[in-house]
């Protein structure tokens, strides 16, 4: 025999071929907990109440149990080893659906229609803070907050390092050209100090190579800074020291995008890497959105302002946005950028939609077929295309009439 099982605000109700209530499992009567149970259900999960009436209906000669839920159906199929059907708007869940005051009150559940909008008021308040927490807790989100405060560290690091810069040059300026890396001039400010520490020997033994060492030290013995109290030296070490810190954690924070973006996104990870598919998400409002996108949209994401300038002044529209950042891109030339950004943003648009609704392990396939159609970019357009020529300009003929007057005068 078979039985329809359909899910509502109250408990799980089964109905038989001839849409008659057969049995039943009624929540409890706490809003809270009749909100969990039935996301619960709705995710798919084998939650006791299903356990309970599945094992009641079987022992009723019931063998076939419809849903309208697939992910339910899934799971009791591989938990209770019976037979399911899955279907969309059946028979019982309509009835249900159209008659859902009377079936509560004939089950037993509340006592009239009035206790039941009550209890369906806090019933819905409790299942929707329950869906916004679900939505918040999601880890595509998690890698979106944390690849922004990565870019807010960066800019707050180059700011500080500008300023050390300058303050520290007051006593050094030459180094500022000399070493281009801010995390090791400020690791040499603090570990050194004063200009007259910045020997070979001592540049050296800070990993720095000999041949550079070498040269700052003879520029620091000709050095034409001012000399600095202890007291000013110590305050920019002090803040040196801070930006090596900031550095530390700047690290430890891209490892750990680089482990969240292994869990939530691999395929994009394994396309583009990990920040730069973190920013991705990040500027879409998360991985479903990124995935819904077509290609041509994910090409030019974070060059809007330029796409809306082309629109409206009629200049060439963007080739690519935010995925210039990929070194296959700004490493091409410039008249193949534009087809390689193509062929990535194809494939990118592929890898979202497989970790977000398919969950297949594809990044290897995709960048195998991405690095070969690069190689015939590379291949077929290594020569810059011909500049068209110039269309000559249809002048009329000048009428030289100041002639004529001259000849009149």
């Known amino acids: 025999m078979k039985t329809t099982l359909i899910e509502c605000s109250f408990g799980v109700l089964a109905f038989n071929e001839e849409n008659e209530l057969v049995d039943k499992v009624l929540f409890q009567k706490k809003p809270q907990v ?4 039935l996301l619960d259900i709705e995710a798919g999960k084998m939650v006791e109440e299903i356990h309970s009436l599945i094992n009641a209906l079987k022992d009723k000669g019931y063998d076939t149990f419809a849903f309208e839920n697939p992910s339910l159906a899934k799971t ?4 209770l080893n019976v037979n399911v059907e899955v279907g969309k708007h059946l028979p019982a869940g309509e009835l249900v659906r159209s008659n859902i005051e009377k079936i509560a009150v004939e089950t037993g559940f509340v006592r009239n229609v009035k206790d039941l909008d009550s ?3 806090d019933f819905t308040v409790e299942t929707t803070k329950l869906r916004v927490k679900g939505a918040v807790e999601k880890r595509d989100l998690v890698v979106a907050q944390a690849i922004q405060t990565l870019d807010e560290l960066d800019k707050t690091i180059n700011m500080l390092m500008a300023r050390v810069r300058e303050w520290y040059g007051i006593h050094f300026p030459e180094l500022d050209r000399l070493l281009e890396k801010h995390e090791t001039y400020a690791r040499l400010v603090v570990e050194l100090g004063s200009k007259e520490n910045f020997t070979a020997e001592r540049l050296e033994k800070q990993e720095v190579p000999k041949a550079k060492a070498e040269g700052i030290a003879k520029v620091a013995e000709k050095s034409m800074g001012a000399d600095l109290a202890d007291a ?3 305050q920019i070490q002090a803040l040196c020291r801070d930006v090596t810190h900031l550095y530390q954690l700047r690290q430890s924070l891209e490892g750990y995008i680089d482990s969240t973006m292994e869990e ?3 395929n994009t990870k394994y396309l583009v890497g990990s920040l730069l598919g973190a920013r991705l998400i ?3 409002g998360g991985l479903i959105n990124l995935a819904k996108r077509p290609a041509s949209t994910i090409q030019i994401l974070g060059a809007e302002k330029a796409l809306f300038r082309s629109l409206k002044t009629g200049t060439r529209p ?5 995925i210039f950042q990929h070194t296959i891109i700004h490493d091409a030339k410039r008249w193949q950028r534009g087809k390689i950004a193509r062929a990535l943003a194809g494939k990118l648009a592929i890898a979202t939609r497989a970790d977000a609704f398919g969950r297949r392990e594809i990044g290897a396939e995709l960048k195998a077929t991405l690095d070969r159609r690069i190689d015939e970019i590379h291949q077929k357009y290594d020569q810059p295309p011909p500049i068209p020529a110039l269309k000559p300009r249809n002048e009329k003929p000048r009428k030289d009439k100041w002639r004529k007057h001259k000849r009149e005068r």
């Open 119 to 121: 209890w369906m008021r």
């Open 232 to 234: 000013d030296l110590a």
């Open 264 to 266: 939530v996104a691999p």
């Open 318 to 322: 963007p080739k690519h946005g935010m």
């Open 76 to 79: 009791v199929e591989g938990g």
């Open 282 to 284: 990040a500027v879409s």
């Open 34 to 37: 009749a909100a969990k149970t």
